[in-house]
């Protein structure tokens, strides 16, 4: 569904780290071209080779970010939620999309149309300076993420991303593992069975502590020295 710009959009604007920084004017013009867009659960947002019309921000929300194998196996990428880009660098390298983007709940989205904000940019540069730099950040993520999935174990895996939702987070201990354990399974390239059973043995060790969706996070030298090739029997 596509709503006109409500007034509230430079407030919105404002409050968004991506575009915080920027005068007034800056989002005054971003505002004019801006359309808001709500997805529903599990509808599709862009699907993986399809021509890049624009991107998104997200105001409300989760979106699931995954690819499909040839036999239709699903690979999960990342889980991006309020403020976060979707689909910026085809915007700019005018790629078709490469992944597929659905709305886990209820999503509402600021969509920038690529020619519309294109335009824009070349009359003020300073919009995109702030993009590049949090592009910049994706990019550490998504280097990291890719390290951790080639060159580390599964437990490896797993105690990356307990300190990354840590770190991103800003706990001292606690994370929430708000998806499914098929969806963190996914995640971290392998199956439920394996990941339940990794998560059985760290916690029998007493590096962490199991409380529903709650994982606290007791000895975080031990995760990371998991994380650095420390052998513990798994």
Do not use: W
């Amino acid at each position: 569904m596509i709503k006109k710009n409500s007034t509230d959009h430079l407030t919105r604007l404002a409050g968004i780290p991506l575009f915080g920084k920027l005068p007034e004017t800056s989002l005054k013009l971003l505002d004019t071209i801006l359309i808001e867009r709500e997805f529903s659960r599990g509808e599709n947002i862009f699907t993986q080779g399809s021509v890049s019309s624009g991107f998104y921000i997200i105001l409300k929300g989760r979106v699931k970010v995954f690819k499909l194998s040839a036999d239709g196996k699903e690979q999960i990428l990342h889980f991006a939620d309020m403020h976060e880009l979707l689909g910026a660098v085809p915007s700019f390298t005018e790629a078709p999309y490469p992944a597929h983007a659905d709305a886990m709940e209820k999503t509402t989205t600021l969509f920038f149309p690529q020619k519309d904000f294109l335009s824009l940019v070349r009359k003020e540069p300073a919009v995109v300076m702030n993009m590049m730099a949090n592009l910049a950040m994706r990019l550490q993520h998504f280097t990291r993420m890719i390290e951790d999935l080639s060159l580390k174990e599964v437990p490896g895996r797993l105690a990356a991303y307990f300190l990354y939702l840590c770190e991103r987070k800003g706990c001292s201990d606690l994370v929430e593992i708000d998806i499914s354990k098929g969806q963190l399974a996914s995640l971290l390239g392998t199956i439920p069975e394996t990941l339940s059973r990794i998560l059985r043995r760290l916690s029998d060790q007493g590096i962490i502590k199991v409380s529903g969706k709650n994982i606290r996070l007791i000895n975080k030298k031990a995760l990371q020295d998991i994380i650095d090739g420390e052998k513990i029997s798994f």
